[in-house]
């Protein structure tokens, strides 16, 4: 396989006329997980049976063809394998093989959690660098889900009600599955349902919930909402709000949502993740897409590591245009 890989507003192997997650509808993509950033309408789309369900109906392609994960598909002049990203049910990486040449594109990653991830050897890394600065270092997993459930009995025993907030979808049922150990019981703002709903039909074991009634008082349930347009939430009686996002290490992320307190509880990887992740694949480039792409690129030059942003290598093409 060439090593041509280009930025044409998604990640694209233009020998094999296949994209990877691009932001604009195309014959052919991989679409790794149902966040909209990732999620288009292509004319045919490889993705997970998961990924189907939990994608919005104006956004679902054409054409899908559903792969389980480490199913090896022809696609191109290579195979086409999914392997599990951990950042949301049924979100995957995509690992592309011609003829031993192997490319991995992560998609969004999540290393720490309850879902397993498969990190497989490739010359070619594409890594996603949402939190690509050195700044971003999530504690650990479990102690982040505990103080979440300690914060929450507080407002409670307060007489207010704890509203978490964050994303409608694989954020929100994410987060209550981590937290049922707590026997919480859930009132989820309207966008987070669909979601919901579709994790259980998955087959997936979601904690009681019902949906949050304009004002009406919940003394038992914990609040779920995403973080823009709280309007809902302002109807409460009494109510603390937390941001649960690994924005929460960054103070003015955290004060525009005008949280009362944040969790670092993050559906991606963390600075030293990402350098793991690195190790672990051991390619011979690295192409950053994503969030701080040139921080963690420039990080990975000082360790030695050949690494450019894939967005940075577009302008420079364009800038002599
Ligand atoms: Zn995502």
Partial sequence: MSRNVTWDRGVSLPEHAIWFDPEVSRALAVVTHAHTDHARRHHETYLTAETLALTATTRKPKQARVVAFGAAQPVGHGELTLLPAGHMLGAA??????????????????????????????????????????HFLFPDHSSVVESIAIWCKRAFAEGATPVLL???????????????QYGFKFALEHRCLPATSAYQELGETLPDYKELTP????????????????????????????????????????????????????????????LDVVEAVAPEQVYTVHGFTEDLARNLRKRGIRASALKGVEQLALAFV
């Fill in 93 to 134: 990486q995509a690992l592309f093989d011609a003829g031993g040449a192997r490319l991995l594109y992560t998609g969004d990653l999540k290393l720490r959690g309850p879902r397993a991830v498969e990190l497989p050897k490739a010359q070619v890394l594409v890594i996603e660098s949402t939190y690509g600065r050195p």
């Fill in 166 to 180: 964050c994303h409608a979808v694989g954020k929100a049922q994410e987060v209550m599955l981590a937290l049922a």
């Fill in 215 to 274: 004002g009406e008082d919940y003394t038992e349930r914990v609040v779920i909402a995403p973080p823009a347009g709280k309007t809902v939430i302002r109807k409460l009686h009494r109510y603390r709000t937390a941001l649960v996002s690994g924005w929460a290490q960054d103070r003015h992320f955290r004060m525009l949502f005008g949280a009362d307190t944040a969790f670092p509880l993050s559906d991606h990887c963390d600075f030293l993740e990402l």
